[in-house]
């Protein structure tokens, strides 16, 4: 699914709150029989670079990476056995989907903790309607973090930092961050929790 730019946003910023930084991986295989090839990590972003022999790929060869099987197929009519297939990819430990699918959770944990939100809700396009604000964006954005690693003691976002005590429940950090952003805490806040658990 293609996502629209407020989406692709909230889930850049999931992954820097998250630590979920886009790494690099090169993977060598050799040809036998079969151009098919099984890629080791399991949530690919893009295939950059294909290689066969030490050589990029030209006209008369190709290469297609299926997402679905994590499998990059190498088309040549000049392989042949032992042809050395060297293959440059970027991953993620979660998709895309995996992490909008963090964000609906957030959205659900947003109208549960919060009355005067309204229910918001992801449409089929990938759009979040009502709107929200930027503000509040950056909230689910810290919601879904939470719910991700939800042992961090610390989120940080353009408007607000969250400091929470290592014992503090997600639950807890979900209710209090929802709480805090109602109150206001001006256009950059630090929030610090000090309560006895």
């Not at 946003?9 to 886009?22: C, G, P, W, Y």
């Not at 929470?164 to 929790?193: C, H, M, N, W």
Request: with cysteine; proline share 3%.
């Amino acid at each position: 699914m293609a996502y629209n730019d407020v989406m692709l946003s909230m889930i850049q910023k999931i992954r820097a709150l998250t630590e979920d930084f886009v790494q690099t991986s090169t993977e060598v295989f050799t040809y036998e029989t079969s151009g098919v090839f099984t890629l080791a990590e399991p949530r690919i972003v893009e295939v950059t670079e294909t290689l066969i022999n030490g050589q990029e790929i030209h006209s008369s060869q190709s290469a297609e990476f299926d997402a679905t099987t994590n499998k990059i197929t190498v088309f040549s009519e000049e392989f042949e056995s032992g042809d050395i297939v060297e293959v440059t990819y970027s991953f993620c430990k979660s998709s895309d989907a995996e992490l909008v699918e963090y964000i609906r959770a957030a959205l659900v944990w947003l109208s549960v903790y919060d009355s005067e939100q309204s229910s918001y809700k992801i449409t089929t396009a990938g759009t979040i309607v009502p709107t929200p604000t930027d503000k509040t964006l950056n909230l689910v954005c810290i919601i879904a973090s939470i719910l991700i690693k939800p042992d961090y003691i610390s989120y940080k976002t353009g408007n607000m930092a969250v400091t929470y005590p290592t014992k503090a429940t997600k639950e807890e950090k979900i209710l209090d961050s929802i709480q805090l952003f109602r109150t206001g805490i001006g256009v950059i806040g630090i929030i610090e929790y000090d309560r006895t658990w």
